[in-house]
């Protein structure tokens, strides 16, 4: 509207000045100049109100999306809000399944200090170098005499330095032994045979900490799968026609000998253990040979 009025009183000033001028081709296309002015005039007055109503309704959306991206910050901060809560109740959840955890591996390595089994090393001071194994004591195999009709069945392994209690009571009793190799025939090899003959055998009790069973396999110089095996060795007894009777024992493939026991004393005996075909299924068996044996732990 301004520009109409300014327009108008400029032109209205020209009309003056043309009329005392008499120029009526120049009013008339002044005339004509006037109103292509008004009409771009128009033109450009709607083009305005139209940009107006853009900038109206761009303000609109501005203003919606502002609300829309403030409620959006307010959902977000809630959600990251209850996500930091949860965050931190499971921090705590998992810190306390954390001591329960401990307090559990705790318990079983107790457990595991606790249990274990144990076996003996016939014919040897020292245990296997397998794992967790460890020397309880080692001493010299005792038993009851060869000739004896009585007594116990089994070989034992003595401690070297023993406690007395009440002793020198008198009356009848049943004797301990030591323990000796007899007719090995170079079963231990050529050059060992006559130093094993009548010497004392020796043995070690050993602990495995972590294994809970043993066996003695006899015939065999490997162990079932998932078994460790301790040592290997060959069957012994005592002799079938003695009157003393004695378990089957697995004594090292390599054993010792105790220090100074070369003195032939008997006591209790060891000899190699053979096979003998008939009610023993031969195949696989083979009559006359020594039979080995395995210690194994699981």
Not at 29 to 56: D, F, G, M, P, Y
Request: glycine share 8%.
């Amino acid at each position: 509207m301004f520009c109409k009025v300014v327009c108008f009183s400029i032109f209205g000033s020209i009309f003056l000045s043309l009329a005392h001028s008499q120029d009526e081709d120049a009013i008339t296309k002044l005339q004509n100049a006037v109103l292509v002015l008004q009409h771009r005039v128009s033109v450009t007055e709607a083009q305005l109100e139209k940009t107006q109503t853009r900038l109206t309704q761009a303000d609109v959306k501005l203003q919606q999306a502002e609300m829309n991206a403030a409620t959006l910050k307010t959902q977000l901060t809630s959600q990251l809000n209850t996500a930091v809560k949860r965050l931190q109740e499971t921090g705590v959840a998992l810190s306390k399944e954390g001591a329960r955890i401990a307090m559990a591996e705790k318990e079983i390595q107790r457990l595991k200090d606790n249990s274990g089994t144990t076996f003996v090393h016939w014919g040897r001071t020292s245990c296997p170098g397998t794992p967790s194994t460890t020397l309880v004591y080692s001493g010299a195999v005792g038993g009851t005499g060869y000739d004896t009709q009585g007594g116990a069945a089994n070989y034992v392994c003595l401690h070297p330095n023993p406690q007395w209690n009440k002793y020198g009571q008198g009356g009848t009793s049943s004797g301990m032994y030591g323990t000796e190799y007899q007719d090995l025939d170079n079963l231990f090899g050529t050059k060992n045979a006559a130093k094993f003959l009548d010497n004392d055998v020796v043995c070690a009790v050993c602990h495995v900490a972590s294994r809970s069973s043993q066996i003695m396999i006899p015939a065999r110089r490997q162990c079932q799968s998932g078994w460790t095996k301790e040592y290997e060795g060959y069957l012994m007894t005592s002799y079938e026609s003695h009157a003393g009777k004695k378990l089957f024992t697995c004594v090292d493939e390599n054993p010792e000998v105790a220090r100074g026991s070369f003195a032939n004393k008997n006591g209790a005996l060891m000899y190699r253990v053979i096979a003998q075909c008939g009610s023993l299924q031969c195949p696989n068996y083979v009559q006359g040979r020594e039979l080995t044996c395995v210690v194994c732990t699981k």
